[in-house]
């Protein structure tokens, strides 16, 4: 009976969002990713539970969700693990000056207009910030949440308007590549236990050690037995973190930031990334969406989000405009690049699921940051095509 119920479960995981984007032509405005996040979100108890709560007791038991968030689990270690792995440092050390520049701007404005939101949150209800959370943690969880960029979603939308291959798509992931570094490190110390801190100099002593062995070893490996390594690697490294008090999804970045792509075989590993999206990620969207409460109100949560939002975008439209002008790009081109860099759709959900986990931040927040997740890549693709068909953006390789 369970299994039948999990079964069903996924027909509605699957074929719910695809139904909406393929017949709702969705696609200018809103991608399939983008629909699976909203779809999760409206399967979970504020709406689904709330409209139709037999139907949603009766399908989701306890057993069905605990069944679910285990496949949801190991797909989400594999996307980090990925993410790490699409990491392009080598590149963004070669033309550091721009890529420092860039990425810094681009990662401090946001930071400190999140930070500035956060603190008016707590101002207005100390109830959303968790329960294990200092002050400080819960206004830079927020700031972080505004600044940071998903990289593997940034490359599939620029691979869908043709400029991931040219040298503005890659200047993008060299920026990218240098703020995710810094906001991974941001979340590690957001995440520092004070009362575990000798097992968190532990894991990562051994890790380093763990790395310069790995890095010596593995590429001297035939390529089919790297994969074998390399998800052992990954497993063990994510075990250790979570063992330390760093979350799992820490561990499971630096298993993969350590590595090289070209190891693996970059065509693998866009492989893996596009099957992941397909198979295993919309699960995880329905397990986070599980998770999403409307405890503060509805209208408090849309407001939050709308805050949230603005800082995100403006944030970063303002820095990479400053850096622009330190850097004397072309009129326009900063608009393009900004737009860019504020996709946050799955590293974002991944961010607000860990600070929900480890109780950073309270179950009211976890939704408004679900939905300014949603809404930023929503507007991605629009805003980048129509500074394209404008002129705005002018590309150096055009």
């Known amino acids: 009976m369970a299994a039948e119920k999990m079964l069903l479960a996924m027909i509605i995981i699957l074929a719910v969002p695809y139904l909406i984007w393929r017949l709702g032509r969705t696609e200018r405005w809103a991608p399939l990713v983008v629909v699976q996040i909203l779809t999760g979100i409206a399967l979970g108890p504020g709406l689904l539970g ?23 689990t190991w797909g989400v270690i594999l996307f980090v693990w990925v993410a790490g792995l699409e990491l392009d440092l080598p590149q963004a050390w070669s033309q550091r000056r721009d890529s420092v520049v860039t990425a810094s701007f681009a990662l401090v404005t946001p930071l400190v207009l999140g930070i500035l939101v956060g603190s008016l949150i707590l101002w207005y209800d100390p109830a959303a910030m968790g329960g294990a959370a200092f002050p400080w ?6 700031g972080m949440a505004c600044s940071v960029t998903a990289l593997p979603i940034l490359m599939l939308f620029m691979e869908k308007i043709d400029i991931l291959r040219r040298p503005l798509g890659q200047r993008v992931l060299r920026y990218a590549s240098l703020d995710d570094i810094a906001i991974w490190g941001l979340l590690a110390v957001i995440l520092l236990d004070f009362e575990r801190l000798g097992k968190q100099a532990l894991f990562l002593s051994l890790f380093v050690l763990a790395t310069v062995a790995l890095r010596k070893g593995l590429p001297r490996l035939p390529e089919s037995d790297r994969w074998f390594i390399a998800l052992v690697w990954l497993a063990a490294c994510a075990l250790a973190a979570d063992w330390a008090g760093l979350h799992y999804m820490v561990g499971a970045f630096l298993a993969g930031a350590v590595m090289e792509s070209r190891w693996l075989g970059e065509q693998r590993l866009d492989r893996l990334r596009y099957f992941l999206l397909l198979v295993m990620m919309p699960v995880f969207f329905l397990s986070t969406g599980l998770r999403t409460e409307w405890a503060l109100g509805s209208a408090v949560v849309l407001v939050i989000a709308a805050g949230l939002l603005a800082a995100a975008v403006l944030g970063k439209l303002l820095g990479v405009y400053m850096a622009s002008r330190v850097l004397r790009w072309p009129p326009g081109e900063a608009r393009t690049v900004g737009w860019l860099l504020q996709t946050k759709a799955l590293i974002l959900i991944i961010f607000a699921n860990i600070l929900l986990d480890q109780h950073i931040i309270s179950a009211g927040i976890f939704t408004a940051l679900l939905l300014m997740a949603a809404a930023s890549t929503m507007l991605t693709i629009p805003m980048v095509s129509r500074s394209r068909r404008s002129g705005i953006a002018s590309e150096p390789d055009q």
Not at 137 to 142: E, G, K, L, N, R
């Open 50 to 72: 709330a409209i139709f709560p037999a139907a949603y007791q009766a399908i989701l038991t306890a057993e069905v969700t605990l069944m679910l968030s285990g496949i949801a």
């Open 137 to 142: 943690q819960f206004v830079v969880a927020i």
